[in-house]
């Protein structure tokens, strides 16, 4: 069966690393996304990609990089952790709406990261 | 500016009464919204669109123009409703997602 998965699925890592979470899916869905999910806030879009070689940045994008460099992955990078960036992290896919998709976001499990 | 509001961090039922969880949208177009359900120790999940019109575990909603609300109602409040409800309005490709709604159905 078709799914999302993230990992790893904890992460605890100290203030000034680099991190890296994982998205996969085998969705073969052209559009990734990726969220933070904090009390309060709800869901916030960090980065997403429509396809292939193409990222857009979202509405909390400071401190994060994405790449895609094929369907299945969009990894998500935190240059230099920092404490505001302790979250839960959510990946997601979807078709395009020109594929007549219903562009419902199937969504991974998520991340929970704590940044000492 | 494109925006879903939430108003309730908490909703508190007992079984059997009836439920409705509020949301509104500021959008500049014709919307489409869906309401999102996150059960515990599970993956946020797709619940219901407005386009469909559907009822999903008892659950709808519909869409006012006039009010520019999409709020979730069930007549009967089951325990196995308690979880965290988004509402979401559609941008292009992207979601727009509320701060959400945990809704608590005690026995």
Known sequence: ?116 | AQRVTQPEKLLSVFKGAPVELKCNYSYSGSPELFWYVQYSRQRLQLLLRHISRESIKGFTADLNKGETSFHLKKPFAQEEDSAMYYCALRNTDKLIFGTGTRLQVFP
């Open chain 1, 1 to 116: 069966d078709a799914e999302i998965t993230q990992s790893p699925r904890h992460k605890i890592t100290e203030t000034g690393r680099q991190v890296t979470l994982a998205c996969h899916q085998t969705w073969n869905h052209n559009n990734m996304f990726w969220y933070r999910q904090d009390l309060g806030h709800g869901l916030r879009l960090i980065h997403y990609s429509y396809g292939v070689q193409d990222t857009n940045k979202g509405e909390v994008s400071d401190g994060y990089s994405v790449s895609r460099s094929n369907t299945e992955d969009l990894p998500l990078t935190l240059e230099s952790a920092a404490s505001s960036q302790t979250s839960v992290y959510f990946c997601a896919s979807s078709e395009n709406i020109g594929a007549g998709g219903y562009n419902e976001q199937f969504f991974g499990p998520g991340t929970r990261l704590t940044v000492l």
